[in-house]
C-alpha cells in the first residue's frame, strides 16, 4: 500500500504536468506570435539567464537517466542538489556580470553537461530498492 505522502507528491506532479500543459495550450492558440515557453526559454537562456538548459538538463538526467555506478555516488545526498545549486548560482552571477554571445551550440553543450550531471553525479538509481 502506498504512504498518504507518496500520494499527495503524485498528485501534486499531475497538477502541475496539467497546469503547464493547459497554459501551453492556451499560449498557443492565442493571438500573440512566439510567447510558448519553448520559445521564451530560449530567448531568456540566449540573455542572461543561460543557466536554464544546465539546469533542465540536470533534472532530465536526474529523472530519466541515472547510472547505478556506485564509482559516481556521493556520501551523502543531499551534496549533489548543493553543488547543482552553487553551479546554477555561479551561472547567474556569470549572466549578469559577463555580456558574450549564446549560440545554439553553447547552449546545446550546457544542456548536454547538466545531462551528465544529473545522469552520474544525482542519479535516483543510487537509492536501494527491495
Known amino acids: 500500500m502506498e504512504s498518504t505522502g507518496y500520494t499527495i507528491v503524485v498528485s501534486i506532479m499531475i497538477g502541475l504536468a496539467l497546469t503547464y500543459f493547459i ?49 559516481f555516488k556521493m556520501a551523502n545526498g543531499l551534496f549533489p542538489v548543493l553543488i547543482l545549486f552553487g553551479l546554477t548560482i555561479i551561472m547567474v552571477i556569470i549572466g549578469f556580470k559577463v555580456s558574450f554571445e549564446k549560440t545554439k551550440s553553447f547552449l546545446t553543450a550546457i544542456l548536454i553537461a547538466g545531462l551528465l550531471y544529473g545522469h552520474f553525479f544525482w542519479s535516483m538509481n543510487y537509492i536501494i530498492r527491495p
Do not use: R, Y
Open 23 to 71: 497554459i501551453e495550450i492556451m499560449l498557443i492558440l492565442n493571438d500573440v506570435d512566439n510567447d510558448t515557453s519553448n520559445v521564451l526559454l530560449l530567448e531568456w537562456a540566449k540573455g542572461q539567464s543561460f543557466f536554464i538548459p544546465f539546469a533542465l538538463g540536470a533534472i532530465a538526467g536526474h529523472l530519466f537517466l541515472g547510472t547505478s555506478n556506485a564509482a
